[in-house]
């Protein structure tokens, strides 16, 4: 005699399954615990296994339907067997569903993985799938806690399931329950960093604390004024000029005794204290002489080749950057030099700088050696062709003749307008620059 088959109830909650797709044909032979259809309940996607052997006669329903629980779905039989042409009626599992459930138990074909579990007391039994037993074990639960769904209390695959994700949304340690509870936080909003993603204490003050920085407001400040002129220049630089840059590490050995050296006499004579941009300033406009590329403009698509040595020296005032222009470098010793970068350098900090000492610049140094900065790459200041970035000096291991020494080093970086320069004669004049930096007591012949 044919067996119908039932859509299963797989939950409490279940009150219908969505078919998803049938794994067996009409026509097919089906074995006991075969896969004959898979369905979606409100949790999970299950395969639904046939609980008699015979041929699938009849499918009832298209795949994506709604199907209520209890309902007859199809019939297994023998082969050739007549059942039904339309799905039968008076299944529907409401007004009387215990009737209906325990006609379902009695009469389902459909196995979903039944199997009797022994617990620990010796005349007491769980019923449950081993499904459901797999979920268990691995999970560690008591099958005797969960409670079953399917004909007779078993326990099936989707209570299992359930019960492990009511457990897992109480992962918490009792003190970061407390904590949350003080401060009103919603556990359910936590991300818990404990085993099984257990909330823990931190994880319920790390989440109160991203709340209070999310909570404070950035400040915000509109690009006007210098800021805003230095902004524009820049970008104009960047995106106009291609860019490259070359690097060399200086040792600064010589040029600090250079310094140290006539620091008294400069001092003595100016009234400040010579600083190694003066020292910089006069072997940089002593190499430019020899590579008049580096110290040459570009204007409207011109390039013109400057005479004139004259350096601007970028000076970070508030809000923006300046930078005045000391001319005719190339024929001042480092004693004008030391009180025009420092005169410059004040009257820019104060604001005081006339517009003719704000232009004219031919080359550009820009000097971040008083900060903790090695190296960086400078945007050139157009319409200049190149600029000279320089970095604190300081001490590190060299090889000198076979032998590891220790040296006040210092990097150098050009930043050159490749338009205008190759990378062979930029290099060369890096070159000349680090060997003239290197000795520098030819500066004063």
Known sequence: MAKEVFMPKLSST??????????????DSVEIGEPLFEIMTDKINIEVESYEEGFLLK??????????????????????????????????????????????????PVKVE?????????????????????????????LKSIEGSGPKGRVQEADALAFLDLKDKNLVTPLAEKIAADKGINLDQVQGSGSRGKITKEDVLGHVSSE?????KPERIKLKGLRKAVADKM???????????????????????????????????TGYRLSYTEIIMKATAHVLGNHPTVNASLVDNEIV????????????????????????????????????????????????????????????????????????TPIINPPETAILGVGRIIEKPVVVDDSVVVRPMMVVSLSFDHRVIDGAPAAAFLTELKERLENPYGLLV
């Open 59 to 108: 499918k009832y329903y298209q795949v994506d339907e709604e199907i209520p629980v209890n309902t007859v779905i199809a019939y297994v039989g023998e082969e050739n067997e007549e059942v039904p042409e339309e799905a039968p009626e008076g299944q529907d599992q409401d007004d009387s569903g215990t009737a209906n459930k325990e006609s379902a138990e009695e009469n389902d």
């Open 305 to 376: 080749m400057n005479k004139s040595v004259n350096l601007g020296l970028a000076v970070a005032v508030e809000n923006g950057l300046i930078v005045p222009s000391v001319p005719n470098v190339q024929a001042k010793g480092l004693a004008d030099l030391t009180v025009l970068s420092k005169t410059l350098g004040m009257k820019a900090r104060d604001n005081k700088l006339t517009p003719a000492e704000m232009t004219g610049s031919t080359f550009t140094i820009s000097n971040l050696g008083m900060y903790a900065i090695d190296g960086f």
């Open 212 to 216: 209070s920085t999310a909570d404070e």
């Open 14 to 27: 279940m009150e219908v399954g969505t078919l998803l797709q049938w794994l067996k044909e009409e026509g």
């Open 114 to 142: 039944e199997e009797e579990v022994t617990t620990t007391t010796a005349n007491e039994k769980v019923r449950a799938t081993p499904a459901s037993r797999r979920v268990a074990r691995e999970n560690n639960l008591s």
């Open 235 to 269: 970008l104009e630089s960047a995106q106009s000029i291609p860019h490259v840059t070359l690097t060399s590490d200086v040792d600064m050995t010589k040029a600090i005794e250079v310094r140290k050296s006539l620091l008294p006499v400069v001092e003595e004579q």
